[in-house]
């Protein structure tokens, strides 16, 4: 498939329409190819960092209050996070779909597999909006109106901090994922995309899984800590 890139230069559907996907300062789309992926692997790197700060500061502060922790998971609802990982986990599916779609030269299914990848991610977020608005109303979110009764209030406190500064990142890199696909879409529909010229496609892939895989690690820390 590769050797295939190399050899043409631009796209038959983007010859067509008179734009070569090939930028300028690119030898051929196989190297185009790989400048890409590298530097999506690098930007991914950096977000492994940077929710591993966030990840590290639950795991010191799990340890110094197990069971305010775990009192304070069990005000979360479980199946709502339980659903939302099988939301997450078909929509990596249906993105790699939408992958192997472009790499076919699909169009019709890569339309249809982002716009049911988009569909997932806006499901996953609406029952997000459904839970923060559940905690809203328990007076749950960190600051002054925080109500948690039990001598476990402080370390609850410092769960639902977390659990909201985690989750709501996650969502923020959800959001981006859906608009990123968004535009996928357009130009998918536009023909922009072929078997020689799918770059876009694959790198956004990348982007959602590891939004994904973040939340695979989610789930448990937060929903499932004192259910164990």
């Not at 230069?9 to 300028?24: D, I, K, M, Q």
């Not at 305010?68 to 609802?77: C, I, K």
């Not at 996953?124 to 608005?133: A, D, I, N, T, W």
Request: glycine fraction near 8%; hydrophobic fraction near 50%; charged fraction near 15%.
């Amino acid at each position: 498939m590769r050797a295939e890139m190399a050899s043409g230069a631009s796209s038959a559907t983007s010859v067509e329409l008179g734009r070569s996907p090939l930028a300028h300062h690119f030898d051929d789309l196989e190297q185009q190819f790989e400048a890409s992926t590298l530097g999506m692997w690098v930007f991914l790197i950096t977000e492994v960092m940077f929710f591993g700060g966030l990840f590290a500061s639950y795991a010191v502060y799990r340890s110094l209050y197990p069971e305010g922790f775990a009192v304070a998971s069990r005000r979360l609802d479980y199946l709502l996070g339980a659903f939302n990982t099988a939301v997450l986990i078909c929509s990596s599916l249906t993105m790699a779909l939408a992958v192997r779609s472009a790499q076919l030269g699909q169009s019709r299914a890569l339309r249809l597999f982002l716009a049911v990848t988009m569909a997932l991610g806006l499901v996953f977020l609406g029952v997000k909006v459904v839970e923060y608005s559940h905690k809203i109303h328990e007076h749950l979110v960190p600051g002054p109106s925080f109500r948690f009764e039990g001598p476990h209030a402080r370390a609850a406190q410092l769960f639902f901090s977390l659990y909201f500064a985690m989750t709501g990142l996650h969502a923020l890199h959800m959001v981006v994922g859906i608009g990123i696909l968004a535009v996928l879409w357009i130009l998918a529909w536009r023909g922009r995309f072929s078997p020689q010229y799918y770059t876009p496609v694959e790198v956004a892939g990348l982007y959602w899984h590891f939004v994904d895989i973040v939340w695979i690690y989610l789930f448990p820390l937060l929903y499932l800590i004192s259910r164990t």
